[in-house]
């Protein structure tokens, strides 16, 4: 039977419901906090408050894309779901080098090791230590979905060497992978790595290609049968073209509908209401959704982007035997 692995447990897909398919509820600290401080997303009653906004206005799940050594705290994902009563699918995977220090573990990590950490993750239990000591305890809280990241225009050869263990952790547990996509470049590359090493892309997720406003680009990306997420929509200049929703109409306009997702990707405290920022989580279920049926996005559409792919795409696909 399909499911969606949240951080509190396994659910039918169907219960997902209205989905936030890349944010950012937690960032506990480490490398990215040092290099950004407005980054730090880690006090519990703000999240509370940020999310009770948003499920007041209909969100009932978030993606949350924060992997290992990166500021990610189970503990906290888990009393955020536990209660705001909104699903979290937590995070196993790797960010980008610059999110880590130059002797981090994963340079040294064989392809084999690094999919083993991320099988322990989504079989056993997230380390409640985050995988930042030589000590690991795991939570009674499992991985949803594995987090891998891109350069710009290009994979690295570490990059390639992630990309190749995601893939190997998918074909062992069949859990969704959900890249970034460095300024929305490179998704051809990711999608062949990932490919080559057996993925199934029907439960692969590139994110921030919408960065890339290219008709063709987008045709290619989606005719591999993967995923994108666009999170751009509350970044467009004031009173320039929506980039977002111009891919939005070009790709359902092009068959792929039911590939298309949406996200906020909001990883800083000036994106939360809870801190005095914008747009808030609850931009994609309130003023993006009014946006789009604006712009003749209509509501089978809309269910779609929110609901119905989510919970297809982000369900755990079949095991390779």
């Known amino acids: ?14 219960d997902l419901g209205p989905t936030d398919a890349h944010a950012h509820l937690v960032i506990a600290g480490g490398k990215p906090v040092e290099l950004e401080p407005d980054f730090l997303l880690a006090d519990l009653e703000r999240a509370l408050a940020e999310l009770a906004e948003a499920k007041g206005a209909g969100l009932r799940a978030v993606v949350d894309a924060m992997p290992c050594d990166a500021g990610r705290d189970v503990r906290l994902l888990a009393e955020l779901s536990r209660r705001s009563g909104v ?9 980008r080098a610059r999110y880590y220090d130059d002797r981090h573990w994963s340079l040294s990590a064989s392809e084999e090791e690094l999919a083993d950490l991320f099988v322990a993750d989504i079989e056993v239990g997230i380390d409640e230590r985050d995988y930042n000591g030589p000590l690991v305890r795991r939570a009674p809280h499992r991985a949803g979905v594995i987090k891998v990241a891109g350069s710009l225009g290009r994979l690295t050869d570490l990059e390639r060497r992630i990309f190749a263990a995601a893939a190997a952790a998918q074909r062992r547990t069949g859990c969704p992978i959900l890249t970034h996509c460095q300024d929305g470049t490179a998704g051809l590359e990711q999608l062949r790595v990932l490919a080559d090493g057996g ?20 045709r290619e990306l989606l005719s591999t049968s993967a995923a994108v997420e666009y999170d751009q929509g509350f970044r467009w200049p004031a009173g320039a073209e929506n980039g977002t929703v111009t891919l939005l109409r070009w790709m359902v306009e092009d068959g792929f509908g039911e590939r298309l997702m949406l996200g906020t990707d909001a990883a800083r405290q000036g994106y939360w209401h809870a801190y005095g920022g914008e747009p808030g989580l609850v931009f994609l279920v309130g003023p993006f959704a009014a946006t789009l049926a604006a712009a003749g996005i209509g509501p089978a559409e809309r269910e779609a982007l929110l609901v119905a792919n989510p919970a297809r795409i982000y369900a755990f696909g079949a095991v390779a035997s």
């Not at 039977?1 to 169907?14: E, Q």
């Not at 993925?199 to 987008?218: E, N, Q």
């Open 1 to 14: 039977m399909s499911f969606v692995r949240t951080v509190l447990g396994d659910i039918d897909p169907a």
């Open 87 to 95: 699903h979290v699918v937590a995070p196993t995977g790797l960010h």
């Open 199 to 218: 993925a199934d892309l029907r439960h692969v997720v590139l994110s921030h290609t919408d960065k890339i406003v290219d008709r063709g680009y987008h």
